[in-house]
């Protein structure tokens, strides 16, 4: 079946350190979302990637969607204690209405 | 914030125990979705509904069953509760349309003495 894999599985960051996490499909896929978990709370959508090589950008979050739409990855500049939390990358499943959650990247930054 | 909720927050409750994990929502979304979800781990689909009188099963074989009645309610059950049941439950639902995120209630951690 369909799987949507995340690396790195956590990473501990020095405050003001950039974090970049990957996130590759097993299959095209024709958007891609991105959420972020903060401790003891629930996911929260951050943004969607619909085209080809697609980049956007939130303040110092970059996200890109890969040529072949089947990777993603969401880059944070300079990052700050706010970031920390769980980054999911989910993907449509078999059905448009379903979505395939990566497994998460947990961030730590050290203040 | 979207308007989904969840009840209760949290549960610790004996073995053999039926429970009800209420969730609503007030957006009128058609889509609703249950997850599970172990701390700091991934997030597994265990039932989905598409609109009034349907449910599917999710990817995660769950032992719990759901309905949905109304537009706005999609109650999760365990008949028995046991402790492997013990996780953490998101409550999510989201527009219709392609392509529309889901929006998750705070979710109901439950533990299974």
């Known amino acids: 079946g369909q799987q949507v894999m995340q690396i790195p599985q956590y990473q501990h960051v020095q405050e003001g350190e950039d974090f970049t996490t990957y996130c590759n499909s097993s299959?095209?896929?024709?958007?891609i979302q991105w959420y972020k978990q903060r401790p003891g709370g629930h996911p929260v959508f951050l943004i969607q990637?619909?085209?080809?090589?697609e980049v956007k950008k939130q303040k110092r979050l970059t996200f890109q969607f890969g040529e072949a739409k089947k990777n993603s990855s969401l880059h944070i500049t300079a990052t700050q204690t706010t970031d920390v939390g769980t980054y999911f990358c989910?993907?449509?499943?078999?059905?448009?209405?379903?979505?395939?959650f990566g497994s998460g990247t947990r961030l730590l930054v050290r203040p | 914030e979207a308007d989904i909720y969840q009840t209760p927050r949290y549960l610790v409750i004996g073995t053999g125990k039926k429970i009800t994990l209420e969730c609503s929502q007030t957006?009128?979304?058609?889509?609703m979705y249950w997850y599970q979800q172990d701390p700091g781990m991934e997030l597994h689909l265990i039932h989905y509904?598409?609109?009034?009188?349907?449910?599917e099963k999710g990817d995660l074989s769950s032992e719990s069953t759901v309905s949905r009645i109304r537009t706005e309610h999609f109650p999760l059950t365990l008949e028995s509760a046991r402790p492997s049941h013990t996780s953490q439950y998101l409550c999510?639902?989201?527009?219709?349309?392609?392509?529309?995120?889901?929006?998750f209630g705070d979710g109901t951690r439950l533990s299974i003495l």
């Open positions: 999510a639902s989201r527009p219709t349309g392609l392509n529309q995120p889901q929006h």
């Open positions: 299959t095209t896929l024709s958007n």
């Open positions: 990637l619909v085209k080809s090589g």
């Open positions: 989910a993907g449509p499943g078999d059905s448009s209405y379903k979505l395939i």
């Open positions: 957006m009128g979304h058609d889509k």
């Open positions: 509904s598409y609109g009034v009188n349907s449910t």
